[in-house]
Structure formats: structure tokens, C-alpha cells
């Protein structure tokens, strides 16, 4: 398996706190891999370093075979890194299936084109039924669901998922997972940041976990789960003697 | 589904196809100086606001200060004519690419600016812009400049004799700005600024270069606006740094757009061909005295128009939904 993308060294300082430290991680081509961890452990800032959001202090980023650490997100989404958000930000006065056109018009330039791809992507994840309903009429779990339409809009090849299935209902979070599933079965890569393990293990192949800023553990996910280290990080000392 | 958005799209057009010819048989019936007054105004003002809603409805920029826009094109227009015998027609076309890269100069720093900011800055530099027209001997400075008559023609677009020619021209202006809006709404710009407008930085998420989303926006705005201002200074044919340039300009540019629904396509029509009518009457039935009567009428509307309707007055012709009216 190739590597799609790779942090190598990666150290992020805001005024003084260490949010990163010296993270390299690397996610294959079409693999699935959770990045876990406790509250606090960095994974938000290692998700925005991913996508652009921010340069890092110190390290690089690598996204098939080219370094991106300097890119602006914007051009990351143009060299195929797709990103949702934790708090949902679609186009509130938008339309849903504008709101995919917009996604679309990164690689069809033609409005004709965009806009089947919208509607594709919207048969794809489930939303055509609502095509045409205000985003801001959507409830909760729609509004996840778009976040996801609109990335998968831009044709990326890594999917940067930021707890996408949290606070779902679990018929909800089930019809995500599969969701995540049939995108990867499309051959996209995806990158996914939870913080529910239940739901995330058996779907990742691979899970990072992050504690403290660092990387703790990583390996498959049965034996992430039982490791007394992630353990500890999630349950505090105690706990650990016991595994 | 694509047949539904297809056909929407052409409904719209045949609408304003309509609507522009009634209001071309308009003048056939109306004969009062006065009242063809009016028109052209309307006309013009909603061009403009259409011009407006481009760079502040669309992609979320609220200007205050496009009467800079509007005076550069007026001032482009008057001194081409007066000092090297440019035709108007030339000079509308040199006030508007004049405008668009002024408006990109401006951009440039002011697009980095967040929110309310944006619009204090725009202020600012029209008020700047006034005070520098004001003490530029060349241009007249604050007497301002008397465009030279040579004889009524199309060639010099001057008519002293009748206002229909600059009622017509005023229509084709009207039409031109809602062709292009029309447009632009359903082309990556539109898109791009719509996004740009709801959120940022989702936005860039989708690889949308923001900032140049509103340069693109801005020099679309101020080429019409200066148009639009080209028109008016030979309408008027005398101008003067308050005359065009000043601060009312900029309100009577935003607000039809913010009456009748801003963002949207038939919002600064609608706007104008209710406000300024109103203008105008209050201006000569209780104007008189003191300025701003009129201003008092339209911010009571605005007001009125905020609580009860905050998308606009084009609200009230959708069905059924209010909310329809801006979705697609």
C-alpha cells in the first residue's frame, strides 16, 4: 500500500502551549484510519494542520508526494484533501443542492457538469429527497450528512472526517457508518477524528491515538483497544492495573 | 430536476422581458415632465442598486461608499468631454474600467478587514475621495464643472429638449445590470460569492480563493456603478463633488436593494420602483425647508421592513414560503 499522506515531525505552539508535538503519522491509500484520543490530546489542531487551516511550527506535511505545509486550504481542497467540520458550517441561506454545486465547481467549471455532480453526490449519500429544501432547514444529522456530500463534491482522494457520527442517534451513527464505507469503497481514502469508540473501531482499519499531543499508540483497532497505555490516557491509572 | 431549475431560470427572463417592454410603452402615456423625471431616476437607481447588490448581496460586502464609484464615473465621463473632447460613450467605458481597478486597489487592503470594519473603511475613502475632488483645481474643485452643450444627438448623448432619450437609455441600463445579475447567478461567481458570504471558511474548505471571490465581485460592482454615474452627469449635465459623490449616494444605492430583498435578483428593482417615487414626492411636497425628509420616510420604511419582512419585500411575491424567495 502507498502512502497518501504523511505528517513527519509535526510541532504546533499556540502562544506558549504545545498542541502538537513532533507528530508523524501516515495514512495509505485507500485505508480507513480513526484518529482517537481523550479530550484535550490534540486532534482537532493536528485535523486543521492537515487541512490547512494552520502551518505548523515546526515539520512538514506531505500529501501525494508533494509537500503542502505551506498550501492555504484552498489549494489543498484543489490537490484533493476534502475536509467536513465539527460544528456543521453549511451555506444557511443556501439551498442543499447549491451548497454540493459548490463543492462541485472545484473540477467542473461547467455549471452543467457541477451541478450533475451534485445531484450524483446527492443520490450517493442519501440527501436527493431534500435537494432542494433551505440548508437551514435541515436537522442535525442532514446537516452532517451534507458536510459530507460537499466535500465528497470536490472529488478529493483523502476525506477529513472531524467527529462526524458524534451526538447522532445510533440508527443515525449506523446509517454513517455505512455511509463511510461505500465512500471508501469508491477508492477514497479517509482520515476520520472520533471520540466514540464504540462506533469507530470497527470500522477503522487502522486508529491513531493521540494523548498529550503526542501519538501513544497505533496499530489495528482490537489491539488499540486492549493496549494499557490507551487505556490509562482514557480512564486515568487506576483502570490500567487491572488490564 | 434539472428541467425545474432550467425552467425557473426561464421565467425569470421572460418576466423582465415583460416587464422592460411595459415599461418602454410607459412614456407613451405619461407626458409630464415631472413624472418622466421620475422614471429616469427609478430606472437608474435601480441599475445602480442592482450594481450594489452585486458586491453587498451576493458576497456579503456591505459597501458604503459606492458613491466614490458613482462620482468617478460621472467625473470620468464630464472632464474626457470638457478637456479632450472625448465622447461620453468613450468616457462611460474609461469611468467604469477606472472604477473596477480603483475598486480592486481599495480591495486589497480593505478585503482583510473583517465585518462592520469593511464597511467603516468604505465610508472613509468615499469621504476621502469627496474632500480630494473638492480641492482638485483641474476637475473644478468644489464648483464642480458645467458640461459643455453642443447639440442635441446620440453622438454626444446630450437632449436638452427632451428626456426621453436618457428614459430609454435609462431602461437599457436597468435591463443591462439585471442581465448581468441574472447571470452571474448562475455561474461559479455566484456561487462563489453566495458561499463566500454564508461562511469563510467553509468556503475555502471547497478550494474557493475568498479573497479573490471579492475583488471579482468588487469590480463587477463599481464597472456598473460608474456607468451608472457616466449617465447620470450627462442627465444632469452640470456636476459637483457633493452632487455625486456625496454620503446620500451611497444610502440611495443600498437601500431599494435592502428594501425590496437583499441577495436577491428582483430585490433592488422592486426597491427602487417604490422608493424613489417616495423620494422624489417628499422631497418637492415637504421637502422644501429642510433636507431629509425624505430620508425619514425610507428609514421608517426600513424599519417597518426589518421587523416585518427581513428578507426583503420579495418575500411577499413568493408562494406560500417566505424563505423560497431566496433558495433556488
Sequence with gaps: MTVLLET????????GL?????????????????????NG????????L?????????????FDGEDVTRLPPAARCQRGIGRTFQVVKSFESMSVIDNVIVGA???????????????????????????RVLASDLVPAEKRRLEVARALATEPKLLLLDEVLTGLTPTEAQTGVEL??????????????????????PLVDRAIVLDLGKVLVEGKPTEVVRDPKVITAYLGDRHAVGA | MDKDFTNRRRRELVTAAIFAALAALVPLFVKDVYVQNIMVLTLMYAALSQAWNILSGYCGQISLGHALYFGLGAYTTALLFMKFGVLPWFGMLAGGVI???????????????????????????????LVLFQNWDWAGAALGIDIPIRHDSWVTFQFTRSKLPYFYF?????????????????????????AVKDNPSAAESLGIDVFNSKMGAAAVSAFLTAIGGSFYAQFVSYIDPESVMGFQFSLLMALPAVLGGIGTLWGPVLGAVILIPLTELTRSYIGGSGRGVDLIVYGLLIVLISLARPQGLVGLFSRSNPKKAVSR
Design chain 1, 41 to 48: 490530546a490534540g486532534k482537532s489542531t493536528l485535523f486543521n
Design chain 2, 99 to 129: 472604477s473596477a481597478v480603483i475598486a480592486m486597489a481599495l480591495g486589497y487592503p480593505c478585503f482583510r478587514l473583517g465585518g462592520h470594519y469593511f464597511s467603516i473603511a468604505t465610508i472613509v475613502i468615499a469621504e476621502i475621495a
Design chain 1, 105 to 131: 465547481l472545484v473540477r467542473n467549471t461547467v455549471m452543467r457538469e457541477a451541478r450533475r455532480k451534485a445531484h450524483e453526490v446527492l443520490e450517493f449519500t442519501g440527501l436527493a429527497a431534500r435537494a
Design chain 1, 180 to 201: 463511510v464505507r461505500r465512500v471508501r469503497d469508491t477508492g477514497i481514502t479517509v482520515l476520520m477524528v472520533e471520540h466514540v469508540m464504540e462506533i469507530v473501531m
Design chain 1, 50 to 62: 492537515i487541512a490547512g487551516v494552520y502551518t505548523p511550527s515546526e515539520g512538514s506535511i506531505w
Design chain 1, 8 to 15: 513527519r515531525g509535526i510541532t504546533q505552539r499556540f502562544s
Design chain 1, 18 to 38: 504545545v498542541a502538537n508535538s513532533d507528530v508523524s503519522i501516515s495514512v495509505g491509500r485507500g485505508e480507513i484510519v480513526g484518529l482517537i484520543g481523550p
Design chain 2, 170 to 194: 435609462a431602461l437599457v441600463l436597468a435591463c443591462i445590470a439585471w442581465l448581468v445579475t441574472w447571470w452571474l447567478e448562475d455561474s461559479k461567481w455566484g456561487y462563489w460569492w453566495r
